[in-house]
């Protein structure tokens, strides 16, 4: 075996000289699937991050642990932040802001392709009004990052310090630095030896495994679960892991064919539903009592049960599936779920 770049109290001490916030309920549990397991007959482990503790939990809990410890060393007094409308990390955001005492403002982009399921304030959105952000929308094909800009121009104008989170940033890197030392502990207590660790990914959640597991020398394959039709993301995970590793000194270099990375279950699009995400939402709530989301983990964990049919995944696999979190937006589907589930309202 080769040896690691840094022991696991080295990278724990390179993360603490970081600044950084307590928001989340850390480590998260990691529970086996004893039931989906031996249906599928593959064993899987579920990383818990829907339980981060934070307005419902979710990944992005330690993604704002970092960014929102750099805009509170910045002396910043402001958060701006935007994404989609039913946007898991636009929530966390707000419910941070509210418990650090910073204004939030949201930059929330409308898709008339999803809200045809659910236009009113419901889910993630409705969240964002009960934590007291200021909330506005633009249309689909606004540029968000000078959307959000412009926002920030205005509370400037009125003598606030805006900081403004920009898409990715490093903070998730380091925060799934984090997800992934508590990882190596929990399968060290239970004995066992991961072969995959399975998630949905759009960039920067990724880039704090990959970082990781080479830093570690770790012989776990990790696979990004694609939301979107993206273009470009091994470049970006790449690039991103390059500049972490750079921040906390670590002799690391990534290219993007070291990026594992598949779009292949997105389906129609963003948002949109697949019948494979709604077959996956299904098995994990009945045989596990977990609820997946639409958006994001269904999409990851039908990755799981393809490769597992197919036999890309075997008994002598041990995988370890992240629930990023999302359960929120479920709410925001209704319609989509009540026709998929074949029930009827009245």
């Known amino acids: 075996m080769v040896s690691s770049v840094v022991t696991e109290t080295e990278l724990w001490e390179r993360l603490g000289k970081l600044p950084r916030v307590q928001l989340g309920n850390f480590p998260t549990p990691l529970e086996p699937l004893q039931r ?45 932040n935007g994404a989609a409308v039913q946007s898991n990390y636009c929530r966390q955001t707000a419910a941070a802001c509210a418990k650090l005492g910073l204004k939030c403002a949201l930059v929330l982009r409308r898709n008339p392709e999803i809200e045809r399921l659910k236009i009113e304030p419901q ?24 959307a959000k800009e412009r926002v920030a121009e205005e509370y400037r104008a009125k003598g606030h310090k805006p900081f403004v989170i920009r898409h990715p940033d490093l903070s998730g890197g380091f925060g799934y630095l984090i997800c992934l030392l508590e990882l190596v502990e929990q399968c060290r207590q239970f004995g066992i030896k991961p072969t995959h660790i399975v998630h949905s990914s759009s960039t920067p959640t990724q880039v704090g495994f990959v970082v990781g597991i080479k830093a570690l020398r770790l012989d776990w394959q990790v696979l990004g679960v694609s ?13 991103l892991s390059n500049l972490v590793a750079e921040r906390l000194g670590l002799p690391l270099q990534f290219s993007p064919d070291e990026i594992n ?37 269904a999409k990851a964990f039908a990755a799981i049960v393809a490769m597992a ?3 890309r995944l075997t008994s002598e696999h041990t995988v370890i599936f992240v629930h990023t979190g ?14 998929a589930l074949g029930l009827t309202s009245g």
């Open 326 to 339: 999302g359960t929120p937006a479920l709410f925001a589907y209704q319609p989509a779920l009540v026709q």
């Open 36 to 80: 989906i397991s031996k249906f599928l007959g593959v064993q899987i482990f579920i990383k818990r991050d829907d339980l981060t503790g934070l307005a419902f939990g979710g990944n992005k809990t330690r993604h704002l642990e970092f960014g929102l410890g750099q805009a509170i060393h910045d002396g910043c007094d402001v958060v701006v």
């Open 227 to 239: 939301p979107s039709h993206s273009h470009r993301v091994q470049e970006r995970i790449a690039e």
């Open 123 to 146: 889910g993630n959105l409705l969240l964002d009004y009960l934590f007291g952000a200021d909330v506005r929308f633009i249309g689909p094909d606004e540029d968000l990052e000078e």
């Open 261 to 297: 990375f598949t779009t292949d279950f997105v389906g129609e699009g963003y948002g949109v539903p697949t019948p494979e995400a709604i077959e996956a939402m299904k098995l994990m709530a009945q045989m596990e009592g977990i609820v997946l989301d639409p958006v994001y983990t």
């Open 309 to 311: 049919r197919d036999g």
